[in-house]
């Protein structure tokens, strides 16, 4: 059974208490039961897993290499700052599905760029979090 990693980065352990006008009020438990759903319906499985920590987060996508068949990720802040997790995602041969759940480009000009967009096949952003929903569409999609 495929597995797929769905990373969470800085703050989104806050997510449906933090900035609720603009994440919105659902938490990652809520996004976690609702992608288990769709990969159970298709075969899959899902991990989902969040981290504060850079670090945390290269060490889970280099445990990918052996273990996921593709990632989903919402490197939070760490999209507009980190060539180490762009660098580890090369080390990833499987396809990536960047997301934001907020229109990272109508808001402040510093997060216009992300250094994770050059490695992902694809970037959904501004879907909330049902933007989790449409990657995993794809990532199923790619992995065939
Ligand atoms: C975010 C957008 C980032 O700019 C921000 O730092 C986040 C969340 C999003 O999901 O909209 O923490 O990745």
């Known amino acids: 059974m495929p597995e797929i990693l769905i990373l969470n980065g800085p703050n989104l352990n ?4 933090r900035q609720p006008e603009i994440y919105g009020r659902e938490t990652l438990a809520d996004v976690e039961a609702a992608c288990a759903a769709i990969a159970g319906a298709a075969g899959a499985s899902i991990t989902l897993r969040q981290s504060n920590s ?6 889970w996508i280099h445990q990918a290499r052996e273990t996921a068949a593709g990632i989903i990720i ?17 080390a990833f041969e499987g396809p990536v599905i960047e997301v934001h759940i907020s229109n990272v480009h109508k808001r402040e000009s510093f997060r216009h760029h992300s ?9 959904i952003a501004g879907c909330g979090v049902q933007g989790y929903e449409l990657a995993l569409a794809r990532v ?3 992995i065939g």
């Open 140 to 142: 199923l999609r790619l």
């Open 74 to 90: 919402n490197p939070a802040a760490f999209t507009h700052t980190s060539v180490a997790i762009y660098d580890a995602l090369n």
């Open 14 to 17: 806050l997510l449906g208490k």
């Open 54 to 59: 850079e670090a945390q987060l290269i060490d």
């Open 115 to 123: 250094y994770v967009s050059l490695r992902a096949e694809g970037v």
